[in-house]
């Protein structure tokens, strides 16, 4: 039978507080993670919408001009003061079969997240008389 020496006990020592201390750094790391997981996930539910308001007049959009930044979501109020007029609003690329009427004295809203960049053109599709081809604007969503 082998003889037991002190050494022996001292690496087993030494090994287990090597251990102890591996356990206390995967805790670290693991609590380090947690913490930035939570923000992350706090920060994506939190995110906030960027809100316009554009009205529709004889015959033009009020602003006709919108800049946004890609990933941004985007929530457009839509308002006239027309009393005997109904426009529309209808934004190139996003919104292939959306059309959001705008009916006289009226709002509607219309949302969604700017996924693509570049420069899009929004238009009146009603026919709400001769000047139906000056209501364009252009929404440019920026890369970054
Ligand atoms: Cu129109």
């Given at each position: 039978m082998e003889?037991?020496?002190?050494s022996?006990?001292?690496?087993?020592?030494?090994?287990?507080?090597y251990?102890?201390g591996?356990?206390?750094?995967?805790?670290?790391?693991?609590?380090?993670?947690?913490?930035?997981?939570?923000?992350?996930?706090?920060?994506?539910v939190i995110?906030?919408?960027k809100?316009?308001?554009?009205?529709?007049?004889?015959?033009?959009?009020?602003?006709?001009e919108?800049?946004v930044?890609r990933?941004?979501k985007?929530?457009?109020?839509?308002?006239?003061?027309?009393?005997?007029e109904?426009f529309?609003?209808k934004?190139?690329?996003?919104?292939?079969?959306?059309?959001v009427?705008?009916y006289?004295?009226?709002t509607?809203t219309y949302?969604?997240t700017?996924?693509?960049?570049g420069t899009?053109?929004?238009?009146?599709?009603?026919?709400?008389?001769?000047?139906?081809?000056?209501?364009?604007?252009?929404?440019?969503?920026?890369p970054?």
């Open positions: 003889k037991k020496r002190h022996d006990d001292l690496d087993f020592l030494a090994k287990l507080d251990n102890k591996a356990v206390i750094i995967g805790l670290v790391l693991f609590s380090i993670g947690l913490i930035y997981g939570l923000e992350y996930t706090g920060s994506t995110e906030p919408v809100e316009f308001t554009i009205f529709a007049e004889k015959w033009e959009f009020v602003p006709s919108i800049t930044k990933g941004d985007i929530k457009i109020n839509l308002a006239t003061s027309e009393v005997n109904t529309s609003f934004l190139s690329r996003y919104m292939y079969n959306d059309l009427i705008i006289p004295n009226g509607s949302e969604f700017a996924y693509e960049p899009f053109v929004y238009r009146c599709e009603e026919p709400c008389g001769f000047g139906k081809n000056l209501m364009v604007g252009k929404l440019i969503v920026n970054y």
